[in-house]
């Protein structure tokens, strides 16, 4: 079974006529079709269709499935001279590349299709300009394609883009937008000139703006082009000073939901900088630069100045509302990038508050369980950094406050790099200190065990000290507190030796520890007996440098003297 539904039903699909009559779904428009079909079918038959290749496992599938795609695409070429065969051919390839993609991308390839493409976009029938003008947006997906398409295409979708018809000067303007971004955020590959792409922006806006006179379908798709455009810096910084241009994106998000989920998230990845970046290797930098190879510019609008200022802007004008209005979508790519940009709204501490208010967290909380395992360490790194500052009772009020700790348990994981494991460890000790039925949590999700090994890091002091933080207030919890005073553990023994670290924040929690744990006599007994140099610990520690650890460790002494005759004579006998 493949999520409830048995591995290899496709197979007899796609092998008799299953496969085939899908495809005849595929090449239907509602204008022009031979089925009764909606403008969702082609999302639906898209769907479908990439989830029959996923299921072809075997090369022998494989090879079925595709022999029959060709089989189909060479009867539509075939009889491409004959009225609607141009229109079918094109809304075939529209739905193979919003499916299975490398299939589609293999077809339009085809000099033939270029040839029809460029015939359609040519005509005076507005559908037949809509559809080619949506097919080289489909078909744009590369530089080198993009580079290609502006030798031929250019001149057509400018031609497009100066129609009446507002649905075909849409999807032309997202054309060219599509053609201007094909550079990504690399200012040396810029295929457009800065005024010609500043120039799109504001038509894109102009649609965006006039919700009375576009629909929703228009203005998703000049909130698509918009969204290609955002990779440029100028563009980015254009945006967000624009208010009104922020709210027409929230408004879109509200009335359209999930249908423009992916383009709203992308122009607040792009905005956020918040997209998966390479690292770079500085030698092999210099060894492009050296052999004269193009190397990716960083440009000045995109360094962390700007950006914070951008995302401040973003979340003040209504960011996390949108975010919340487009998360109701089952598309995994689409949720990690609400994911991604979430977590960057969360690393500004100036506007938790407001991210908070406006349903961050709940967000967060279902874009974790929803995500994929990518995006799920963005929503958690997310969770943590909004409960790191805040007071959980309002940032998790609830029942959400238990839900919380999963996320943050899953943070603590070697293969995670440091800050979202920092950032763990402090929202959990946030959690640890409202009760102890969050504190039965915690140790439920059997996070004492990952908490204590960043207590035994010897080459990190603030994981270190965050994770003693985090153990001392799971001290409150009697359940755990008995378990440490217990013998068969080291971490009694731990709590007193860490008191003599040289990092002063470590010291003040482990002294807290040990001023805590004296109250029980066995620990005060087990002390003395399993830490052979507790003599010279315990002078070391009572002379500290920092007032407060002194204060907190002299309190653990005055306990252990208070709680045993023996124990007392043995402390008093030291010289």
């Known amino acids: 079974m493949d999520g409830g539904i048995p591995r290899g039903w496709s197979w007899k699909f796609t092998e008799d006529r299953g496969l085939l009559k899908l495809l005849h779904v595929a090449s239907q428009v509602p204008e022009l079709c031979d089925y009764p079909v909606s403008a969702e079918t082609r999302q639906h038959v898209a769907i479908c269709l990439a989830r029959l290749s996923d299921d072809m496992v075997f090369d022998t599938r494989r090879k079925i499935y595709k022999e029959k795609v060709d089989q189909y695409f060479e009867y539509l070429l075939s009889h491409i001279g004959e009225e609607g065969f141009k229109i079918k051919l094109a809304a075939f390839l529209i739905t193979m590349l919003e499916g299975p993609v490398d299939l589609g991308m293999g077809l339009v390839t085809n000099e033939e299709v270029t040839a029809v493409m460029l015939q359609m976009a040519s005509s005076d029938d507005h559908l037949n300009q809509s559809l080619a003008a949506e097919l080289i947006v489909q078909t744009v997906s590369k530089h080198e394609r993009a580079t290609k398409l502006l030798q031929v295409g250019l001149p057509v979708l400018r031609k497009l883009y100066e129609s009446e018809d507002h649905s075909v000067k849409v999807r032309a303007l997202m054309g060219l937008c599509k053609i201007a971004s094909s550079g990504g955020d690399d200012a040396s590959k810029a295929t457009m000139k800065e005024e010609e792409v500043l120039k799109l922006a504001t038509t894109c806006k102009a649609f965006l703006l006039n919700i009375e006179k576009y629909s929703v379908d228009i203005r998703r798709f000049a909130c698509e082009g918009l969204s290609y455009l955002s990779l440029d810096a100028d563009v980015k910084e254009w945006i967000v000073s624009d208010q009104q241009l922020l709210k027409a994106l929230v408004s879109l998000a509200k009335s359209a939901g999930a249908l423009c989920v992916y383009t709203v998230a992308a122009i607040y990845v792009n905005l956020t900088n918040s997209y998966e970046k390479p690292k770079i290797d500085e030698e092999l930098v210099k060894l492009a630069q050296f052999a004269k190879h193009p190397v990716p510019e960083l440009h000045l609008k995109d360094t962390d100045d700007y950006v914070d200022k951008r995302i401040r802007s973003l979340v003040r004008d209504g960011a996390v509302t949108a975010c919340v209005a487009v998360s109701k979508t089952e598309s995994k790519s689409a949720l990690d990038l609400l994911a991604r940009c979430m977590n960057a709204f969360c690393g500004m501490d100036d506007i938790g508050g407001q991210i908070i208010s406006e349903g961050g967290a709940k967000l967060l909380l279902h874009l974790f369980k929803e995500c994929t395992p990518d995006g799920k360490i963005k929503a958690a790194h997310g969770l943590a950094k909004l409960g790191t500052k805040a007071d ?118 482990c002294s807290a520890g040990f001023a805590i744990l004296t109250r029980d006599v066995n620990a005060c007994k087990r002390i003395i007996e399993e830490v052979k140099s507790w003599p010279e610990v315990m002078k070391e520690i009572s002379m500290a440098e920092n007032p407060e650890v002194q204060r907190r460790v002299l309190m653990g002494i005055a306990n252990m003297i208070e709680s045993d005759e023996k124990v007392a004579s043995e402390i008093v006998a030291v010289k």
Request: charged share 25%; with cysteine.
């Open 392 to 509: 959980p009772n309002i940032a998790f009020g609830g029942q959400r406050m238990y839900e919380v700790v999963r996320p943050m348990v899953e943070l603590l994981h070697p293969d995670i790099d440091g800050m979202p494991n920092y950032t763990a460890l402090l929202t959990l000790t946030n959690l640890a200190s409202v009760s102890d039925s969050v504190r039965k949590r915690i140790l439920k999700e059997k996070a004492v065990p990952k908490i204590e090994e960043y207590w035994y890091m010897t080459n990190h002091d603030h994981l270190r000290a965050a994770a003693a933080e985090c153990l001392l207030n799971l001290l409150f919890l009697d359940e755990f507190y008995d378990d440490t005073v217990a013998p068969g553990t080291d971490r009694l023994k731990l709590w007193f030796l860490y008191c003599s670290e040289e990092d002063e924040r470590l010291a003040l929690a």
